[in-house]
């Protein structure tokens, strides 16, 4: 599902501009090339989909992973980073400002791989492989999650005991904790107050 691959080349520049400054991820890339820890493995991917996000998908790939990534939010979705991944073999569905619709066949279509390991944003494609993909319930092997919102869905299905498989919640660890929230938040409040005032915050005592 590509909506404008006369993009790909744009995608690829940003893409190899993240690469470039994500050293861990870098090393970790060539772990797993040399490894091929996932060689064999499906990984369905739910992501905000844009260029850092893109580069965590080829690392799976890269590790011998079949890959198949949509939007998690239909507004951040970058159309020529997902021409980008396309065009390198993942397959990926998303298109920026899908609709409602359109986004639940998008994941259906992520879905439609038969994951083994799952990455969610949200907990969309944990509560949609739950409720109407029961038949894929026995291929899943376990499931990331990022945010708050798909934390708390996890949990609530774990206390209720109806969760199938294991979730790792990566909100909850310690060094999304420390960096992440602390630093990439922190930074993305000052990012929001001075596009929302249009003031400039350096010089000013806050």
């Not at 992973?65 to 020529?80: C, I, R, Y």
């Not at 869905?153 to 992440?180: H, M, Q, S, T």
């Amino acid at each position: 599902m590509v909506v404008a691959p006369q993009l790909a080349e744009q995608g690829k520049q940003k893409i190899e501009w993240v690469k470039r400054n994500m050293p861990i991820l870098q090393q970790i890339e060539d772990d797993f090339r040399e490894q091929q820890f996932f060689r064999g493995l499906r990984v369905s991917v739910c992501i905000h989909l844009e260029a850092k996000t893109a580069y965590l998908a080829q690392v799976f790939a890269a590790g011998g992973a079949e890959v198949a990534v949509t939007g998690s939010n239909p507004h951040s979705t970058k159309d020529d980073v997902v021409a980008a991944l396309a065009e390198d073999g993942l397959h990926v569905y998303a298109r920026y400002g899908a609709t409602p619709e359109e986004m639940q066949q998008y994941m259906n279509y992520a879905l439609d791989l038969r994951p083994n390991i799952v990455i969610d944003d949200g907990g969309d494609l944990v509560e949609l492989l739950h409720n109407e993909r029961q038949q894929l319930l026995p291929e899943v092997w376990g499931a990331c999650e990022e945010t708050t919102t798909g934390v708390l869905r996890a949990k609530a299905r774990a206390k209720a005991g109806v969760l199938e498989f294991p979730v790792i919640l990566i909100n909850d660890a310690r060094c999304k904790y420390l960096f992440d929230n602390f630093h990439g938040t922190g930074q993305s409040v000052w990012d929001g107050v001075m596009r929302t005032t249009n003031l400039v915050i350096s010089g000013k005592t806050v």
